[in-house]
C-alpha cells in the first residue's frame, strides 16, 4: 500500500516529473500490482496533455525509465504464472489499456499479458475482459494466440 499510494499522490500533481521521480525511486522494489499502478497513472497523465507533451514524455530519461518499467513488469508477470488472484487479471487488463493511452506497443508485454490472459480467461471479470480485447484490437494485434483470448 505504501508505494502505491506514493504512486498516487505523485500522479495527483499532474506533472509527469513528480511521478518519475517516486517510479525511479520505487521501481526495484515494486510488485505486479505496483508496477500496473505506475503505468496506468502514467497513462492518465499522458491523457490530460496536448500530444507535443506526451510525445516530449517518450524522450530521454522518462523514455528509459518507462523501459525500466515495462521490463519490470514483465518479469513479475512472469513469476506470477500459475497463481491466481483478482489483482493478477486487473494488472493486466489496466497495463494493456496504458500501453493504449501512452502508444506503446512493447511486443514483450504484450505477449506476456497475451499467454497469461490464455492460461486466466476464466478468472476475468467481465470489464476486465472487454478491456484486454479492447487494448488489443487498439494496438492493432492480429495474433492468433490474441484472437483465441476474444474465442476460445
Partial sequence: PFINSCII???????IDPLMDVIAQYLPQMNLVNLSTALHRLAKLV??????????LLQNRQ?????????????????????????L????STTLWSLVLLQCEDLQVVWA??????KQLWNFQP??????????????????AAMEIAAP
Fill in 9 to 15: 499522490n505523485a500522479a495527483e500533481s499532474r506533472q
Fill in 47 to 56: 491523457s490530460f496533455l496536448n500530444p507535443s507533451d506526451a510525445s516530449a
Fill in 63 to 87: 523514455r528509459s525509465l518507462l523501459n525500466d518499467l515495462l521490463s519490470a513488469f514483465s518479469t513479475a508477470l512472469l513469476k506470477s504464472e500459475g497463481k491466481s488472484s483478482s489483482s
Fill in 89 to 92: 487479471t486487473r494488472a493486466v
Fill in 113 to 118: 499479458t497475451v499467454q497469461l490472459s490464455q
Fill in 127 to 144: 470489464f476486465e475482459l472487454a478491456s484486454t480485447i479492447w487494448a488489443l484490437a487498439k494496438l492493432g494485434l492480429q495474433h492468433k
